[in-house]
């Protein structure tokens, strides 16, 4: 089976350049990267202080509480869709 | 009508403490810090010449991709249920 190819980006998320690397298209990769930087420039905008790890630890964290959420959400979905089809 | 409670959680990410302050329970807090954290040891174990602050936006790129796409199929299910409900 042929493997999808690999592309390789570069974005720059808070001032910084990054060389990503995956199975993604490079536009889906852009916007992922802008979100990133949109929510890094949000944590700031409320927290001077921190500095880039800070900031990035903190936005992968919301986006991970984000993701569970939606995962919770995802699988009540679901749920409902395979008891309709019973 | 009453807003839920704050709650400050200190957990510890990457060797760093971080008090979070949010409306989730400490222990979704703590679960979500976790995960956070393992993602940025997997990330070193294959990049380990990357620094804290590039391994958390990469963190952050990856789970922000993950949750793009689960949106997505979470929008499939949504119209698929709607349309099992006409």
Known sequence: M??????????????????????????????VANLVDEKMREIHAVNKSLD???LAVLTAVNTMN???KLKEEFEVLQKLLEEKEE
């Not at 570069?10 to 298209?25: F, H, L, P």
Request: glycine share 6%; hydrophobic share 20%; net charge neutral.
């Open 66 to 68: 984000d993701y569970m």
């Open 52 to 54: 880039s790890t800070n």
């Open 2 to 31: 042929s493997q999808p190819e690999k592309t390789r980006t570069t974005v720059d998320i808070y001032g910084r350049s990054y060389n990503i690397v995956g199975n993604e298209k490079p536009e889906q990769i852009r916007a």
